[in-house]
């Protein structure tokens, strides 16, 4: 036994002396902990992660472990991703052998276990099922197969997103999803001759040898681009020239060329500030994309065969036993049983009935359905196995919040005539219950007050209205609520930030001692200077675009108003997507100020949304690919590189994609449309330029919708309950996130709760009940089920459409027509339009 020894944490006296030696342990605790670090739990396989945390365990002493948990319970006091169970373990580890009421050598022991798996891999088991606490700067990544290929994809990706993305509901292809596509194409790679060159001492080959783990998540990195889309640029393009909407002869293909190009690279200018604020920290989990880090880990990376309680199947045969059950099912819910995808089995009861259609109908409803769906297209909507379940509740009940308020408050009590139309659209219509038709109240794509006084304002319906009071009130709660709660971490990035400006050659990871920031700090960073290129190149485009195309109404101040609008909100609303998941737009904001500061002009207001949308879109965008790189130990100037010529690529692919469709697609962006391409961001898109843009907020405040601008006093003021509840009840409110319950309350419009219940379902099951009872299992294979649902819904979809819908071939029978046969499908509003004066409203005096 050692010589009794005594140190002081928290306060409080802990004796470590140990009365076990770590490096004589017997087999089968040498097993368990091994165990605890990822091993087999039989020991019949060897795991390199598990025997290099297990060799750190044996160097570490208990006063090393001591600091290491004191130090996590002050840096996750309030991190809802930190488990609650373990935040518990290591409060009374922390308080002494006494408190954790376990001998010193069980006590000691579990100190240093803990400690070993916060220190050297990661404080999280979801970070920790995808990444390795060890890196080899020698594996080749920035290869020429490896561009060549994420490059090809790019183009491929970018296509099929653009396809489907005005569909509702949208397919598209993940990072997940397409790396697995890669490792084939990757693997035949092998196969080529050992051809290349030399440059500044290194040697380029066209095979460098096997093709690597590294190399696979480079060209996921790449082509990761086309997966955020340049949609805020396609609703414009959709917007402009479709004849339902503005028709504009004006905006031909160098328009489009300038507004793509322009609006997807001056995000990037703000992701090389906000990486020092979001990417590095360790609390920035990032959860959206551990899917696609697991798939690589899946496929690439050699594999131990494992048994984890009874699964000893490999993470790439059970990609592929799910992907090819997943494609080969999408066919029935999407072409031979319809009925299955929209399961609004109530509404079948009595189909003419209004009311039962309003509250249980997955079209046009409400969704008030237990069991509304068989199809996964519409259950991924959520994201049910990539957010973690607290995430998924508090939307959730956010959902369940606003059906509350939009039934009996609004649609039923027929609150500013909203009863006269239909209860849960995105549209706006005329008073005589018609959709709006714009060009009626504009003269030179201007706001016309002589056809306007004939004509009439715009109305939104019940769900509409909701909506956008949610978003008034999201954006003063955010910024304050985040402030407030998240301020430690905030200041201590910008006092990193503030150094790093006087200090412009200190390393970005100086303030950062985890492993991951350890490891990417032997590659050489990415200047700040190259951001800042991209980001004046940008604007110079945006300048060209405004004055060369007189038609957008564009003054040049709006674009630098743009920018300074996402300097202030761009932080905590990429704060809150880091963490919980969940991701919100300024183009609300944007629309209102600019409604404002230039009233009666849609065109001005599509364009400085669109950059005020993909400014904050394209940041966040490329920051969540930095942290993909980080966790992966992509060097930084490679990704920088990778992404920026992608981007080019997918912008002349977004644009040729849109223009196709544009001419190609009957009925595209019309609810009638067989293909579901009913457009309902472009419709939103469209229908906000009308009334916050051509209308102005003046008189949607003064005069059609007043309530709307008491939402702004709302959010600011609900911040602090909901504060000091945090304050005075830290346990019990510790995944209360009332950020994410806003969020869900903008869930309608033309979305309801058929995309939410059985995702709620899916994600209790396997983000809460099997994460808890059988981590081992949910690490290895939750996400590989994630990418492997989505990606054979994905290519089922693609030869679907273009197998048997873009050339019809129906199956008329009634597994496909009873969703479609009812109300549901076609409702209209709960009251009748007065046949006397024909129309609601207002009288044309009193319009607004």
Known sequence: ????????????????????????????????????????????????????????????????????????????????????????????????????????????????????????????????????????????????????????????????????????????????????????????????????????????????????????????????????????????????????????????????????????????????????????????????????????????????????????????????????????????????????????????????????????????????????????????????LNLPFYSQVNQFIGVVISGLILIPAVFYTNYKWTGYLPVNSNAIFHNTGERYNVTKVLTGGLFDPKKYAVYGPPFYTAANLVVYGSFFAIYPFAIIYTFVTDWKAISASVKDLWKSVRNPKRSNFDAHDDVHSKMMSKYKETPDWYFLVVLVIALVLGIVLVKVYPGTETPVWGLFFTIGINFIFLIPITLIYSVTGFSFGLNVLVELIVGYAIPGNGNALNILKCYGYNIDGQAQNYITDQKMGHYSKIPPLALFRGQMISTIFQCLVTIGVVNWQISNIEGLCTKEQAQKFTCPGVNTFFSASVLWGVIGPKKVFGGLYPILQWCFLIGALAPIPCLLAKRYFPKTTRYFQPTLIIGGLFSYAPYNLTYHTVGMYISWGFMHHIRRRYLAWWEKYTYVLSASLTAGVAFSAIIIFFAVQYHPKDINWWGNNVPYNGLDASMGGRLDIPEDPGYFGPSPENFP
Not at 3 to 17: G, P
Not at 122 to 151: L, N, Q
Not at 169 to 194: A, F, K, T
Request: include cysteine; charged fraction near 20%.
């Open 1 to 384: 036994m050692s010589e009794k020894k005594v140190i002081t944490v928290n306060n409080a006296e802990v004796d470590t002396s140990s009365k076990e030696s770590f490096t004589n342990l017997d087999a089968v605790t040498i097993q368990d902990i091994k165990t605890r670090f990822g091993a087999d739990p039989h020991g019949e396989v060897e795991d390199p992660i598990s025997e290099f945390l297990f060799k750190e365990f044996l160097s570490m002493s208990i006063e090393e472990a001591l600091d290491i948990l004191a130090k996590a319970i002050e840096y996750h006091n309030d991190d809802v991703n930190f488990p609650s169970d373990i935040y518990e373990k290591i409060e009374l580890i922390v308080q002494g052998p006494e408190a954790y009421a376990a001998d010193i050598e069980v006590y000691e022991r579990e100190a240093k276990v803990e400690a070993t798996l916060i220190h050297y891999h990661s404080p999280y088991p979801e970070v920790r099922a995808v990444t390795d606490p060890f890196d080899d700067p020698e594996i080749p990544v920035e290869t020429i197969r490896a561009y060549f290929w994420g490059f090809l994809w790019t183009i491929i990706g970018t296509g099929m997103n653009q396809f489907f993305s005005p569909r509702q509901p949208s397919i598209s292809l993940s990072s997940g999803v397409l790396q697995i596509i890669l490792l084939p194409c990757g693997r035949v790679s092998e196969y080529l001759p050992d051809w290349g060159f030399t440059f500044r001492g290194t040697r380029h080959s066209l095979n460098p040898g096997p093709w690597s783990f590294k190399e696979q998540m480079f060209a996921t990195i790449i082509f990761s681009v086309s997966i955020g889309g340049a949609y805020a640029g396609s609703y414009n393009i959709f917007v402009d020239k479709l004849e339902m909407y503005y028709g504009s002869a004006w905006a031909d293909v160098g328009y489009q060329f300038l507004l793509v190009l322009s609006t997807q690279f001056v995000g990037f200018g703000f992701a090389g500030v906000m990486r020092r604020l979001i990417v590095y920290p360790v609390r920035a989990m990032w959860p959206t994309m551990l899917p696609t880090i697991a798939m690589n880990r899946a496929l690439a990376s050699p594999e131990t065969k494992k048994n984890l309680n009874g699964w000893t199947i490999s993470r790439y045969r059970f990609f592929v036993i799910v992907f090819c059950a997943s494609f080969l099912y999408f066919w029935i819910p999407n072409y031979l049983f319809a009925g299955l995808s929209y399961f609004n089995w109530i509404t079948w009861i009595k189909p003419d009935n209004f009311n039962l259609a309003v509250i249980t109908g997955s079209i046009s409803g409400l969704g008030l359905n237990p069991l509304p769906t068989f199809d996964w297209s519409i259950i991924n909507y959520s994201a049910p």
